[in-house]
């Protein structure tokens, strides 16, 4: 049976059935959905919390009328949302009926905006607009996922989101401000001027002080003891960019329920698709037991 998207006030063949209850009001700005076999993904954009308009990607499964639940995805430090460990998180939860939402953070990908003027409270804040977005136009995120920094983020942000019932991090770091040893060595030069130029995986980004003093402004630990929602740690014993004494504090900082699930033998950014489809798989599996269908 053919079933209906609402693309602004018109309907597009060949979408999942459930989308076509937003028909009363229009859908953002977006492009038709493309697809596989088992995933339809359709191309969409919000405002962030500068008002830059941010790229996003929903993925939707194609074998049920509606989806169990809607997972809200965060990308590691200055990647994007197509990294592999994205995709195959997204793969996972799509096979097990979830949606997923993932995005570029402003001034990264294909999202607007200048990244020399984010922070990490910024990052957060796109985490807050893009669940709003999925709150008025689809359902609000019911699971929040993070790689790397973006891992820091969800943490922050779940607690500021009451439908969010259980989080999980890959590769995270304990304190958001470990991010600062990717460019240790020009640390002194952005305290003095105010900025820099720095390379970080082949490419120049420009940091300001004000992104440095945010992330050692953010003290302590007690929203993760707080966190009052599921989480899940997965982690390399082998990552060499985020090391795995992070996950061992982060467990030990959270109260339970509580989970972790080492890696072994994975990179930090999940290079190798076996290790990203495996990450995914365990996330999707786990994220069942804490959803409520709606």
């Known amino acids: 049976m053919l079933s209906c998207v609402v693309r602004r006030h018109r309907l597009v063949v060949g979408a999942p059935r459930w989308l076509s209850t937003c028909a009363s009001s229009p859908l953002p700005p977006h492009r038709p959905p493309s697809s596989d076999e088992t995933t339809l993904r359709t191309k ?110 969800v943490l922050a942000a779940a607690p500021r989101l009451p439908e969010c019932r259980a989080v999980a991090v890959v590769g995270a770091p304990h304190d958001p401000a470990h991010v600062l040893h990717n460019f240790h060595a020009d640390l002194a030069t952005i305290e003095q001027h105010g900025e820099a130029d720095v390379e970080l995986a082949g490419r120049t980004f420009r940091i300001k002080k004000q992104f440095v003093d945010d992330l050692r402004n953010l003290g302590g630990e007690s929203h993760i003891a707080d966190l009052k929602r599921a989480l899940l740690i997965l982690h390399s014993p082998l990552d060499d960019t985020v090391g795995i004494e992070n996950a061992a504090a982060l467990f030990n900082a959270a109260k339970h329920p509580k989970s972790f699930v080492s890696l072994d033998g994975a990179t930090h950014l999940l290079s190798n698709r076996k290790d990203a489809l495996y990450a995914g798989d365990i996330i999707a599996t786990w994220a069942e037991r804490y959803i409520i269908p709606k």
């Open 44 to 153: 969409m954009s919000f405002k962030g919390v500068d008002g830059s308009e941010l790229a996003a990607l929903l993925e939707t499964p194609r074998a049920v009328a509606r989806p169990k639940a809607f997972v809200l995805f965060a990308h590691c430090f200055t990647c994007g949302k197509d990294v592999m460990s994205a995709k195959y998180v997204s793969a996972g939860l799509s096979r097990k009926g979830i949606a997923c939402l993932r995005f570029d953070f402003t001034g990264l990908g294909a999202s607007d905006g200048d990244f020399a003027n984010t922070s990490f409270s910024s990052n957060v804040g796109d985490l807050l607009m893009a669940a709003a977005h999925l709150r008025d136009h689809f359902e609000a995120p019911q699971i929040l996922v993070g790689h790397s920094l973006g891992g820091a983020a």
